[in-house]
């Protein structure tokens, strides 16, 4: 299936195959020296997923949103924070994360699929507490899981999409508020650690993140087994 451009097409084909529930999800994070992982997990909330033939369509307000639902590193950080809220009005939310302690201990790569397990958990539940009839009902239910591994021990239908952020609309929409929402927890993590930049790098190794890091040495939230931390605290002045 060759796309350019993210589309509801496979989750458009997944339905026509008796999937009920079609879950896209991401995570971000993993590239970071310091702070959580953090995971999303989305369904659509409509009966059929849209469609955008017609050109009134094209020229719509609601079009150009739908068109801001691709791969988050594409947008602007205004242009996320825009379809930020679109998002949630079109699709259930789960959220799922893991601390800096986490990563340290598991690696990140568990890290990475244990936070994606907590989102569609969170989603699962957000999505049963709106509808309470359905609490008791399995219905089919496919993941959709950005990249090329599966979660594992998850006893859910699963399929790995390489690049899914950049192609298909539930994973895209999940990667979006999963950098958002990360995003936000970095600024408020540079109110307590104003000396690290973190509301400009987010806690990625840019070069002012990494002269802080020798400067002061590494902060409560820091990710102790990754190697630039543990090797320029310790070159600390």
Same mark, same amino acid.
């Given at each position: 299936m060759?796309l350019s &451009?993210?589309t509801? =097409?496979?989750?458009?084909?997944?339905? *026509?195959?008796?999937?009920?529930i #079609?879950?896209?999800t %991401?995570?971000?994070?993993?590239?970071?020296?310091?702070?959580?992982?953090v995971?999303?997990a989305?369904?659509?909330?409509?009966?059929?997923f849209?469609e955008f033939?017609s050109e009134?369509e094209?020229?719509?307000?609601t079009r150009k949103m739908w068109?801001l639902?691709?791969d988050?590193?594409?947008?602007?950080? &205004?242009?996320r924070? =825009?379809?930020?809220?679109f998002i949630? *009005?079109?699709?259930h939310?789960g #959220?799922?994360?893991? %601390?800096?302690?986490?990563?340290d201990?598991?690696?990140?790569?568990?890290?990475?699929?244990?936070?994606?397990k907590?989102?569609?958990q969170d989603?699962?539940?957000?999505?049963?507490?709106e509808?309470p009839k359905?609490?008791?009902?399995?219905p089919?239910?496919?993941?959709?899981v950005?990249?090329?591994?599966?979660i594992?021990?998850l006893?859910?239908?699963?399929?790995?999409?390489?690049?899914?952020d950049?192609?298909v609309?539930?994973i895209?929409?999940?990667?979006i508020?999963?950098?958002v929402?990360r995003?936000?927890m970095?600024?408020?993590?540079?109110?307590k650690?104003p000396?690290y930049?973190?509301?400009?790098?987010?806690g990625y190794?840019?070069?002012?993140?990494?002269?802080?890091l020798?400067?002061?040495?590494?902060?409560?939230?820091h990710?102790?087994?990754?190697?630039?931390v543990?090797?320029?605290?310790?070159?600390?002045?």
């Amino acid at each position: 299936m060759a796309l350019s &451009k993210s589309t509801f =097409e496979l989750e458009k084909i997944l339905a *026509e195959k008796g999937y009920e529930i #079609i879950i896209g999800t %991401d995570e971000v994070g993993r590239g970071p020296l310091c702070g959580p992982v953090v995971a999303c997990a989305v369904a659509f909330r409509g009966s059929g997923f849209p469609e955008f033939d017609s050109e009134s369509e094209s020229n719509s307000g609601t079009r150009k949103m739908w068109d801001l639902v691709r791969d988050s590193k594409k947008l602007s950080e &205004k242009q996320r924070e =825009e379809v930020f809220e679109f998002i949630h *009005e079109h699709f259930h939310v789960g #959220i799922g994360l893991c %601390d800096h302690q986490t990563v340290d201990r598991i690696n990140i790569l568990e890290a990475s699929f244990l936070s994606m397990k907590k989102a569609i958990q969170d989603l699962r539940r957000k999505m049963e507490m709106e509808n309470p009839k359905t609490q008791n009902l399995e219905p089919k239910t496919c993941i959709l899981v950005d990249g090329n591994k599966k979660i594992p021990n998850l006893s859910m239908e699963q399929m790995a999409v390489i690049g899914g952020d950049k192609i298909v609309k539930s994973i895209s929409a999940a990667s979006i508020v999963a950098k958002v929402t990360r995003d936000r927890m970095m600024e408020e993590f540079h109110q307590k650690y104003p000396q690290y930049g973190f509301d400009k790098h987010k806690g990625y190794g840019t070069k002012v993140h990494m002269d802080a890091l020798l400067e002061h040495g590494a902060c409560e939230i820091h990710r102790k087994s990754f190697g630039p931390v543990s090797r320029l605290a310790n070159l600390k002045k």
